[in-house]
């Protein structure tokens, strides 16, 4: 592990002043920095905190909005709530995997550009079906939409490589 992660990391332990108590919020902020929670260092937190590595891994997975795994640069959420689910969600689910090229089980694209996640509720049954693409709300989607969505965004990701 490169020095500057454990000088990052040691920077957030010190402003929470090494407190075992707050280590829900040690945990977001190496988040926030990295992206996820890389192994090596909740290793390192839980030694700084004196608490066992189950109890940071144990934390680290009991709240959804912690991750153990890198992300790509765009997160599109699919609904699979029930008002999602009735109106076919699991079809817009399907055809994201195959325009991403996501297969294996696998939920980031190799080139880091798109993670995919289903979630519980996205609280819009109103647009049912309904994806969520870098925080924007994208309702009544249909397979070619998403498809479509896609495109845009890869689009845009060029046209800003190229400026």
């Known amino acids: 592990m490169e020095n500057s992660k454990f000088d990052a990391v040691c920077a957030i332990l010190d402003a929470y002043r090494h407190d075992p108590n707050k280590l829900i919020p040690i945990l977001r902020e190496i988040q926030d920095q ?18 066992s590595p189950a109890s940071v891994y144990g934390v680290a997975t009991f709240f959804s909005h912690f991750t153990l795994e890198p992300k790509g640069r765009h997160i599109v ?21 195959q325009e991403l090229g996501l297969q294996d089980g696998r939920d980031t694209t190799g080139d880091m550009m798109f993670t995919l996640e289903t979630v519980a509720c996205l609280g ?28 845009d965004i890869r689009n845009k990701e060029e046209a800003e490589s190229h400026e």
């Open 34 to 51: 990295y992206g996820y929670l890389p192994e090596d260092l909740m290793i390192f937190v839980s030694t700084a905190l004196g608490v």
């Open 77 to 97: 959420k699919v609904c699979d709530g029930t008002a999602c689910h009735v109106r076919r969600s699991e079809e817009i689910a399907r055809a994201l995997r």
């Open 124 to 151: 819009a049954c109103s647009l049912a079906p309904a994806v969520v693409a870098d925080g924007v709300v994208h309702g009544s989607m249909t397979p070619s939409a998403v498809r479509a969505l896609i495109a």
